[in-house]
């Protein structure tokens, strides 16, 4: 330790806690530092004590410890009496003896109950019952009817220093009766001088008049000509700030947004209310799949129902569905419901916010994306939730082809920070063929999303002949891997540590 520049450094305030503390024999409470020294706050002197600390000048030694104060009841006791007092001199006043009736002269109704309890249980009183209850004074009860008990002096210890230390078995009874004497820990801390502090009051300190923040005004007047400006430590501790910034989960969706819009696609958005025909029914999914069961799909009571308007379009993906229609298909050979296609959901993927663009924008060339919150029927648990993002996009050009597909999800993920990155054939029901991505992730690899090109059922019925490469990709569980968490739940509970902590880049 470099002793000149530790002084050199050392505040005000610092001086006098390391001054008041040699002139306490190295070791005081705050309060006392306070007392003892030129402080007007014990703010200051625990402000000056904790740079101290980090400068390793004294050591802070904090103990709990219980202390005691009376209760709503121990006051009243106090200027009332206890109630056991109060009818063992009412016992004593008739003669030694009483019966129940009596203690009513000189108790309340709720106090009569206590009195006979704690009586008997100090053995200041026998009872015995008759005609009548009669309490009888005891040998116990004669010698401390003109005495203070010891609970009547702990009333008084309590009144005249709350928030006081006491042997616990001293006050046993009067911590068992309701709200009589109540008990709270408190923190108190010693502050101790080290052998590093030692030295520097050895080697003297000086409290003068001294500079130790510049300001404009300072620079502009010139009174750091006379005066001296305490040095800098820049290598000595500071208090974390954490300034206002966007949650994760939103920092992370703006990277992919650019990513998309620097790779030439511009965003589309929807809503999250739709009818079953245009979230699944253009996608060419059966009105009898079982994802559209309540189980699966969250169905809406307001509205029951979205009017479909496109007369023509329905016609159109009805034959679709039930023969193949336009298409080379064969359909699915049931008889197809409009009511069906009409009930109202929660929209179970983006995919319908794309479908409804290719239908407003047949002619390619286009390259679209979306990122938006979907809803399923999902039990919530470490890798699922009922309510999550998706990011969607297609790119519609007249000679794409799979490839492409491979060329542009990697490039994708490639932006995002992965490395590795592989694909492997998939199924899903609005794409053939179909693939699923997979990325290399804490030596493993992890699936991220499903992609294909739009199967001819869900893009001939619009108009469309050019092939439509398509993906959909899950946010949160991309947020899993890049933030390193192994609960989904993670993502959205409020811890502040972890949010405060989260960089931003």
């Known amino acids: 330790m470099d002793i000149n520049k530790t002084i050199n450094e050392l505040s005000h305030n610092e001086k006098k806690v390391l001054q008041t503390l040699n002139k306490l024999k190295g070791k005081a409470s705050p309060e006392e530092i306070l007392k003892n020294g030129d402080f007007n706050q014990e703010v200051e002197v625990m402000n000056a004590s904790s740079w101290l600390q980090s400068k390793k000048l004294i050591r802070i030694e904090d103990h709990i410890k219980t202390v005691y104060f009376l209760g709503k009841e121990g006051k009243q006791f106090l200027i009332n009496g206890l109630p056991e007092k109060r009818a063992l001199q009412l016992i004593s006043k008739k003669g030694g003896k009483a019966n129940l009736k009596d203690f009513s002269s ?202 479909i ?53 047949p002619k390619p060339p286009s390259k679209v994306f979306s990122i938006g919150r979907v809803f399923r029927k999902e039990n919530i648990d470490t890798t699922h939730l009922p309510e999550f993002y998706q990011i969607e996009g297609i790119v519609h050009e007249k000679d794409s082809n799979f490839r492409q597909l491979i060329g542009v999800l990697k490039e994708f993920y490639s932006r995002m920070g992965f490395e590795k990155i592989r694909f492997r054939p998939g199924y899903f029901p609005y794409t053939e063929p179909s693939m699923e991505v997979e990325v290399f992730w804490n030596n493993k690899w992890m699936e991220l999303g499903g992609s294909g090109i739009f199967r001819p059922e869900v893009t001939e019925p619009i108009g469309i002949k050019s092939p439509v490469l398509a993906w959909g990709l899950g946010l949160e569980r991309l947020a899993m891997l890049k933030f390193g968490l192994k609960d989904i739940r993670d993502l959205y509970i409020s811890d502040l540590g972890w949010l405060r902590k989260k960089s931003l880049i």
């Open 309 to 361: 308007k496109e007369d023509k379009l329905v016609s159109i993906i009805s034959k679709v569905h039930e023969d193949g229609g336009i298409t080379s298909s064969t359909g699915w050979g049931y008889k197809f419901s409009k009511k069906e296609g009409e009930r109202a959901l929660l929209r179970t993927h983006t995919t319908v916010n794309t479908i409804r663009y290719l239908y407003n924008n």
């Open 106 to 307: 000189i108790l309340n109704k709720q106090d009569i109950p206590i009195a006979i309890g704690w009586l008997k249980r100090k053995g200041w009183a026998t009872i015995k019952k008759d005609k009548d209850t009669i309490f009888e004074i005891t040998s116990d009860g004669k010698k401390v009817i003109k005495e203070e008990t010891e609970d009547e002096k702990t009333l008084h210890q309590l009144s005249e220093n709350p928030d006081i230390e006491l042997d616990k078995s001293k006050i046993k009874f009067l911590l068992s009766r309701k709200n009589v004497v109540k008990e709270k820990e408190v923190i108190t801390s010693t502050i101790i001088l080290t052998e590093n502090g030692r030295k520097v009051i050895d080697k003297g300190i000086e409290i003068k008049d001294e500079i130790s923040q510049i300001t404009s005004n300072i620079i502009k007047t010139g009174i750091w000509k006379n005066k001296t400006i305490r040095p800098y430590d820049i290598n000595s501790f500071a208090p974390a700030r954490y300034g206002g910034k966007a949650h994760p989960l939103i920092d992370l969706i703006s990277t992919i947004r650019q990513i998309f819009l620097e790779m030439g696609f511009e965003e589309i958005q929807g809503n999250f209310v739709e009818s079953c025909f245009w979230n699944m029914d253009m996608l060419f999914i059966p009105q009898d799949h079982p994802a559209r069961e309540m189980q699966d799909t969250l169905y809406c009571k307001i509205p029951l129902k979205v009017k």
